[in-house]
């Protein structure tokens, strides 16, 4: 056998037959996730609180039995139990799960007279509903090699103003899947992408699906020189979904047109 390493063309379709599972699939990042693992060859549950984007989802791709939606609260146990064993029976198992959903406006009330409610909010969704999507997608993950790709954010390294719901959760989100990775290695990947600012306003439902209005400042700002669409976020999950990342794992990646490296000085 020649030890000549061999020049390999690309593969065109990383994720031929995987099947995916991907939270708030029907909008937004989620939604560009979905669109991009059909493009590379794979197959999607898509799940959501919202049951007409989901629909709108399904007939808009018109992919047949690539593609399926079931409703689905990650912040309720019940609800994922029951999204995770519908989506496993009708698609044949699980190579992949995608925890993106949650409340993606990170705004709240001065801390200091801050509801718990409100804290829970974020925590339940985000964090703990990552935790209930791993639970229940891991039996399924561990007898195909599967990989777990979190939509954490850049906001776990930064902050604006009355946001700590949302970067306490999103720091939450890095530590599990560190965590994680050392538990399920080497069957089971797990990584996390940390978007910047991505627009995401033609990703939503037909009805309220508009063009970004972003000004030639909101794109400048960036080293990259503009804001962020959910194809930058997708590309980087297709590469964490797929055997080309085989040796990536445990990783929080900053997908953020370089706001991240930039020096802030007035
Ligand atoms: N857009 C950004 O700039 C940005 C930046 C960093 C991180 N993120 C993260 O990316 C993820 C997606 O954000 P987005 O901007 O695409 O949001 P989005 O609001 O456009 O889409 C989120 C989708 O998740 C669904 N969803 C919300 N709560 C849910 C729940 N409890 N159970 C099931 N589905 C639920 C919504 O119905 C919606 O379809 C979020 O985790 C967000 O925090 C977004």
Redesign the pocket.
Known sequence: MSLTPPVLPLDPAPLRDRVVAI??G?????RGIAQAVLGAGGRVAI????RD?GAACLAEWDVGDRAWFFP????REASVRSFFAKACTRLGGLDGLVN?????DPHVDDLATLPLSQWRRFID??LT?AFLCCKYALPALRERHGAIVT?A???VLQSEPHTEPYAAA?GGLVALTHAMAISEGPRVRANAIG????A?EA??RPASRRRPALSRRDHAQHPAGRVGT?EDIAALAVYLLSPASGFVTGQHIVVDGGMTRKMQYA
């Open positions: 939270t708030g029907a909008q937004g990042i989620g799940g959501d609180l919202d984007a689905l609260d990650v912040a993106n959903a949650g409340p993606a969704a985000h509903g939509i954010s850049s906001r999103k978007p910047g600012w991505i995401t990703w939503r959910p």
